[in-house]
């Protein structure tokens, strides 16, 4: 009996430290990482052709999207003259950042790559031509400015050159920095910007999907909140 009983003891701790493990998601704490990128981005863009420029305006919006136990940052694009959407995602097993980008034409890309000292290296090798597209998103400024940089390097040989690059401000963030205590979102660990409310108590999250992502389990939030703070 004394043996048996140890067994499963044994056998009940071994389970609990599984289902512990089980709640880790390496995709979403990846996706943290770059959680700076969530939220409203007003910039500009500048392209050359043929030695001219080409100069515009566009707003980009990064926010969290949940789908059952999968999670994934969404981007969209207003105005935007190469890209107008896109969604990374993480894949554990390879250990890469996955960038599907969508152009003006509605054609997809995905690039993968690498979170590298604080910027987002993708790239992608065209099957047919032989380029090499490369993507760099970043932020600067303690998050309150991103860039979004395009190459290309013509049949996979020699320099790389520009294809685009954007450089947008935060909306809501100042270069000097508040100074004070920041809000944070309670779903992701972000900068939390807008209120939710449970049992009479207001906490923040980053996005619209954090938000919806919370009323549909505010307490599972709440409860991993409240341990976590003490």
Not at 81 to 110: C, F, N, S
Not at 148 to 177: C, I, M, P, Y
Request: hydrophobic share 35%; with cysteine.
């Amino acid at each position: 009996m004394p043996r048996m009983l140890a067994a499963l003891v044994l056998s009940a701790g071994l389970l609990l430290t599984a289902a512990a493990a089980d709640e880790k998601d390496p995709a979403r704490d990846a996706l943290k990482q770059v959680g700076e990128f969530v939220g409203e981005w007003k910039g500009s863009g500048e392209a050359k052709t043929g030695g001219k420029s080409t100069l515009w305006k566009e707003t980009l919006s990064w926010g969290w999207k949940f789908r059952g136990g999968d999670a994934w940052l969404a981007l969209d694009v207003k105005g935007g003259k190469h890209v107008t959407a896109g969604e990374l995602r993480y894949d554990p097993q390879a250990k890469l950042y996955l960038l599907t980008l969508t152009d003006a034409a509605k054609k997809e890309r995905t690039y993968e790559g690498k979170l590298l000292r604080g910027k987002l290296a993708l790239s992608h090798k065209d099957a047919a031509t032989g380029d090499i597209h490369r993507v760099m998103v970043y932020t600067l400024a303690d998050g309150a400015r991103m860039i979004v940089h395009s190459e290309v390097q013509a049949r996979g040989k020699g320099l790389f050159t520009d294809v685009f690059k954007v450089a947008a401000n935060k909306e809501g963030e100042s270069f000097a920095g508040s100074g004070g205590k920041k809000t944070v979102c309670i779903v992701t660990g972000g900068l939390g910007t807008m209120p939710v409310s449970y049992m009479g108590k207001t906490y923040h999250v980053c996005c619209s999907g954090c938000r919806d992502e919370f009323n549909a389990d505010p307490k599972k939030y709440v409860d991993e909140f409240e341990k976590n703070k003490k």
